[in-house]
Nanobody, 127 residues
Framework: QVQLVESGGGLVQAGGSLRLSCAAS????????MGWFRQAPGKEREFVGAISWNGDDIYYLDSVRGRFTISRDNAKNTVYLQMNSLKPEDTAVYYC????????????????????WGQGTQVTVSS
């Protein structure tokens, strides 16, 4: 079993930046894909980004590509989401996800694909 713990959320003005972190612990395989989802009030969970265990494969939601960067440090079992040029529509609870996979799961945009979830961290962008 894998535990995921997010940190780094907060309140920021539009145009600002935040960096989220997610530390994984427990029975982590050597090929463990990780990613981020978000859920805004009254909306469904939405895929944000994902990264393969070695960083070779990365995927983003179209609306965040060019503004958000996902990365990982396997020595620390941690994945990061650097969020720049934040917009009010980025306001949501951000969840870290993980799944044992040699790359990034094909259906990575579907929340059912990911077996492990963190508790979430709130990101609020004011206008």
């Amino acid at each position: 079993q894998v535990q995921l713990v997010e940190s780094g959320g907060g309140l920021v003005q539009a145009g600002g930046s935040l960096r989220l972190s997610c530390a994984a612990s427990g029975q982590i395989s050597t090929t463990y894909a990780m990613g981020w989802f978000r859920q805004a009030p009254g909306k469904e969970r939405e895929f944000v980004g994902a990264i393969s265990w070695n960083g070779d494969d990365i995927y983003y939601l179209d609306s965040v590509r060019g503004r958000f960067t996902i990365s990982r440090d396997n020595a620390k079992n941690t994945v990061y989401l650097q969020m720049n040029s934040l917009k009010p529509e980025d306001t949501a609870v951000y969840y870290c996800v993980g799944e044992d996979h040699p790359s990034v799961p094909y259906k990575h945009e579907e929340y059912e694909t990911w077996g492990s979830w963190g508790q979430g961290t709130q990101v609020t962008v004011s206008s």
